[in-house]
């Protein structure tokens, strides 16, 4: 049965969408069946998964407002060993139609459970925004990894996302919780992002990864590649972070 955790933050340019890929193709390459939903109308994770978002039949965005089914909507690309659920610019208009729908919160997690049994892991996602796109991840994940810079700004968004989450958990999904928080994007020269992290350890503790993402070149020129850093170049200082990051998914989720 597959773990499904979303990747959150409401703050847009920390690392959400790279982190998710990175995660996605770390997970892979060490032997988990993943699928992974792109569930922002940008469709960066789609492209950043080598798979061309405006050549797709079926999106995320047909699954949510027409009920067609992840079995026909995923895409196994020829770039990466996971499989990825499409998003394009037609997703933005999901907003308006999923309002006036029954279980309008809860439509991905009804069609995520039709293909629950064929992965290890989910993935999805989310936009920078706490939007009814946000809410669909949030009501059919397990868990929550939200990565974030550290930056004093990043920290008063954190506390609108935490009060967030726990409100979904009060209200609609009592399986939703943190999983954990990953320091992306991280430059240890600069004293302001140390201090940050200790805060960050210090408040969170354990919730907190061990392992820091480094800003890295090669980690932002893969994208324009259509590939994950991780296979783009596997032997680059933030590839080999999020190995490792993978593989304290893997320990962490069986200490779940």
Same mark, same amino acid.
């Given at each position: 049965?597959?773990?499904?955790?979303?990747?959150?933050?409401?703050?847009?340019? *920390? &690392?959400?969408?790279?982190?998710?890929?990175?995660?996605?193709?770390?997970?892979?390459?060490?032997?988990?069946?993943? /699928?992974?939903?792109?569930?922002?109308?940008?469709?960066? !994770?789609?492209? &950043?998964?080598? @798979?061309?978002? !405006?050549?797709?039949?079926?999106?995320?965005?047909?699954?949510? @407002?027409?009920?067609?089914?992840?079995?026909?909507?995923?895409?196994?690309?020829?770039?990466?060993?996971?499989?990825?659920?499409?998003? $394009?610019?037609?997703? =933005?208009?999901?907003?308006?139609?999923? *309002?006036?729908?029954? $279980?309008?919160?809860?439509?991905?997690?009804?069609?995520?459970?039709?293909?629950?049994?064929?992965?290890?892991?989910?993935?999805?996602?989310?936009?920078?925004?706490?939007? +009814?796109?946000?809410?669909?991840?949030?009501?059919?994940?397990?868990?929550?990894?939200?990565?974030?810079?550290?930056?004093?700004?990043?920290?008063?968004?954190?506390?609108?996302?935490? $009060?967030?989450?726990?409100? #979904?958990? !009060?209200?609609? $999904?009592?399986?939703?919780?943190?999983?954990?928080?990953?320091? #992306?994007?991280?430059?240890?020269?600069?004293? /302001?992002?140390?201090?940050?992290?200790?805060?960050?350890?210090?408040?969170?503790?354990?919730?907190?990864?061990?392992?820091?993402?480094?800003?890295? *070149?090669? /980690? !932002?020129? =893969?994208?324009?590649?259509?590939?994950?850093?991780?296979?783009?170049?596997?032997?680059?200082?933030?590839?080999?972070?999020?190995?490792?990051?993978?593989?304290?998914?893997?320990?962490?989720?069986?200490? +779940?």
């Amino acid at each position: 049965m597959a773990k499904i955790f979303c990747v959150a933050n409401q703050k847009g340019g *920390v &690392g959400k969408t790279t982190t998710a890929v990175n995660l996605a193709a770390s997970l892979a390459s060490q032997g988990q069946r993943v /699928l992974l939903i792109d569930l922002d109308p940008q469709g960066n !994770a789609t492209m &950043g998964s080598g @798979v061309d978002k !405006a050549a797709c039949e079926n999106t995320v965005y047909e699954v949510l @407002v027409d009920g067609v089914s992840l079995v026909d909507a995923r895409v196994k690309s020829e770039a990466v060993s996971y499989d990825v659920v499409p998003a $394009n610019r037609e997703l =933005a208009g999901a907003e308006v139609e999923l *309002v006036g729908m029954e $279980n309008r919160e809860r439509q991905l997690k009804e069609a995520i459970a039709h293909v629950v049994s064929d992965y290890d892991f989910v993935l999805i996602d989310c936009p920078p925004a706490l939007s +009814l796109l946000t809410l669909n991840g949030l009501c059919a994940a397990h868990g929550v990894v939200i990565p974030m810079q550290c930056e004093y700004f990043a920290l008063e968004g954190l506390s609108d996302l935490i $009060n967030t989450i726990k409100q #979904v958990h !009060a209200n609609l $999904n009592r399986d939703l919780k943190v999983i954990g928080l990953l320091r #992306v994007m991280f430059d240890p020269r600069i004293t /302001l992002q140390q201090q940050v992290s200790e805060q960050l350890k210090e408040h969170f503790g354990d919730k907190v990864f061990d392992v820091v993402i480094p800003r890295n *070149v090669r /980690l !932002a020129e =893969a994208p324009s590649y259509g590939l994950p850093g991780v296979v783009f170049d596997r032997a680059s200082r933030g590839a080999q972070a999020y190995v490792q990051f993978g593989a304290e998914m893997i320990e962490r989720v069986r200490l +779940l």
